[in-house]
């Protein structure tokens, strides 16, 4: 079953200085973090905040290339988890036919944002992330508000993140 999400924040782990995006439900009951790099987070946040840059950056670009086309993004699927590894799919739609592409989730989230499509995460997934398990600490991260998710992210040691490192 795919539970519908939004991006709740950006955060830094506090040991890589890696980003990472936090997927809430809608409800903001379950949520989903997702270690990110540095460009897609910078496209990530630059939507969040509404700045308009003076020249397009990729995630805009390929957003205002599939509207020249008249490709519609349907919606964003973050399906799959392996060996900490997210998976997503972009679904399109051209001429009444569905495709759907093969993408990092990050990316997915930027041309989700630009484009105003629904971001969904199969449930199997969230069961998988929800409860992280950093070293010796064990994690519920639907219990933290956003600011309370950041102090406690930053309040970790470098023990603490164990394989969630990048």
């Given at each position: ?46 939507q ?59 990316d ?13 995460v ?45």
């Amino acid at each position: 079953m795919l539970i519908e999400v939004k991006v709740f924040g950006l955060a830094m782990d506090p040991i890589t200085n890696t980003p990472i995006v936090i997927l809430k439900d809608l409800e903001g009951k379950k949520a989903v973090p997702i270690w990110i790099g540095l460009f897609e987070a910078s496209a990530i946040a630059t939507q969040m905040e509404g700045i308009n840059l003076a020249r397009p950056m990729t995630h805009d670009l390929m957003n205002e290339i599939l509207k020249v086309l008249e490709v519609k993004v349907v919606k964003i699927v973050i399906n799959d988890l392996k060996d900490n590894t997210f998976f997503a799919g972009i679904h399109i739609m051209k001429d009444s036919k569905s495709i759907a592409v093969d993408a990092r989730p990050s990316d997915a989230i930027a041309i989700a944002l630009r484009s105003g499509a629904p971001i969904f995460v199969d449930e199997k997934i969230i069961e998988k992330s929800t409860n992280i398990d950093f070293g010796r600490k064990a994690v519920d991260l639907n219990k933290y508000s956003r600011e309370q998710l950041k102090e406690f992210l930053e309040s970790l040691s470098s023990e603490d993140f164990g394989k969630y490192k990048m």
